[in-house]
């Protein structure tokens, strides 16, 4: 009965010593790729806006020198709708704009995951593949397979 009892006060002191101290290699891992991967996304989306403003720029541009009476065509909702120069120069500057603004939020939205992303790299001592010095790198990397070093000073992220 008496060893019972030591082996779970074992089991759960093993639990408490376990909980305080912090993430496994593998969930540091994991939410440093999630990060990653929300920062690429990010700055994928950025470069799809800024295709889109120099499309609106080249036709604003174009427009600026056709006679403002003249029939145009307009691409809304998937629906190609006839108007006139005059009509869809206006609305053509105002989406350049929103679009200009978009691309500022993101452009902050973007430095902001990137602090975010050092700061966690920093606390973690996150380590790249191929980042830092290639005798030592190549060291750590054997040593790690499972994503944290045998000593628990860093992780490495492929």
């Known amino acids: 009965m008496a060893a019972n009892g030591s082996s779970t006060a074992s089991k759960s002191s093993n639990n408490a010593g376990g909980k305080p101290s912090g993430p496994t290699a593998e969930q540091v891992v994991g939410n440093f790729q999630r990060m990653r991967q929300e920062q690429r996304s990010m700055a994928s989306k950025a470069s799809e806006f800024e295709m889109e403003n120099n499309e609106h720029s080249l036709v604003i541009e174009t427009l600026k020198e056709v006679d ?52 966690y790299r920093e606390r973690y001592n996150i380590r790249l593949v191929g980042e830092g010095e290639g005798e030592g790198q190549s060291a750590d990397s054997r040593e790690s397979e499972g994503g944290a070093s045998k000593g628990g000073t860093g992780v490495l992220v492929s």
């Open 68 to 119: 403002p009476s003249r029939k145009c065509f307009r691409l809304v909702g998937g629906v190609l709708v006839e108007r006139t120069v005059k009509e869809v120069l206006p609305a053509l500057e105002n989406n350049k704009e929103q679009i200009s603004k978009i691309i500022e939020t993101l452009a902050s939205q973007m430095q902001t995951k990137g602090r975010e992303l050092t700061e």
